[in-house]
C-alpha cells in the first residue's frame, strides 16, 4: 500500500504545482485540465480503495 500513497502524494503535488506555476492562460482550457487531473486523481483513489478491499479479503 505504500508505494499507492507514494504515487498518490506525487500526483496531488503535480496538481499543485500546476495550478501554481504551469497555469495555462486561456481560463477554458485550464478549467478543462483541471478536471481531467481531478478525474485522474479520484480515478486512482478508486483503485487504491479497490486494492485494499482486495487484499482485505485475503
Known sequence: MKPH???FAIL???F???NLFFRVED???NT???IIY???LFGYISFMAFALLKK???
Request: net charge positive; glycine share 4%; hydrophobic share 55%.
Open 56 to 58: 482485505m479479503k485475503k
Open 38 to 40: 481531478a478525474s485522474i
Open 27 to 29: 481560463d477554458r482550457t
Open 12 to 14: 496531488i503535488a503535480g
Open 5 to 7: 500513497l507514494i504515487i
Open 16 to 18: 499543485i504545482a500546476y
Open 32 to 34: 478543462a485540465v483541471n
